[in-house]
């Protein structure tokens, strides 16, 4: 009977907390996928380039561009894959094509993420 409760007690807190693991799967809360920190960005007719920090690990698919709102050709960028290398960090520069995310180059897009400076890059 001790055998019965004891495995039951066990259970209970292995399903709790793979219940607790479960909700940490959403952007906000999952520290590998971030709002990259941009070194700079430009914007031309038809691409978007990005500047990023590299640290020898970051390539176009590190990161995922998403439209939070379509209505104000919102873009953001998510560092999907995080740069554990160790290289000297340089900048790196991306571009993306407008026809592939979707966004219409009529309209001004307009970039939520955040950018920093070179010397917070630790660039200098």
């Known amino acids: 009977m001790k055998k019965l409760i004891n ?3 066990l259970c209970i ?3 709790a907390g793979c219940a607790g ?5 959403s952007l906000n809360e999952n520290p ?3 709002l990259a920190k941009l070194i700079d960005y430009r914007l031309d007719s038809r691409f978007i380039h990005i500047i990023v920090l590299s640290k ?3 390539f176009t698919t590190s990161f995922e561009l998403s439209r939070p709102n379509i209505n ?5 960028i998510i560092r999907k894959i995080p740069d554990h290398c160790q290289s000297k960090p340089i900048k790196m520069s991306l571009t ?3 026809r ?4 219409d180059p009529k309209q001004p897009v307009v970039v939520i993420n955040q950018t920093i400076t070179e010397k917070l890059a630790k660039l200098d």
């Open 32 to 34: 590998s996928q971030s």
């Open 100 to 103: 592939h995310l979707g966004i």
């Open 21 to 25: 693991y479960s909700d940490k799967t």
């Open 96 to 98: 993306y094509s407008f």
């Open 72 to 76: 104000k050709n919102e873009l953001q």
């Open 13 to 15: 807190l292995l399903l």
């Open 56 to 58: 020898g690990c970051t």
């Open 7 to 9: 495995g039951s007690v």
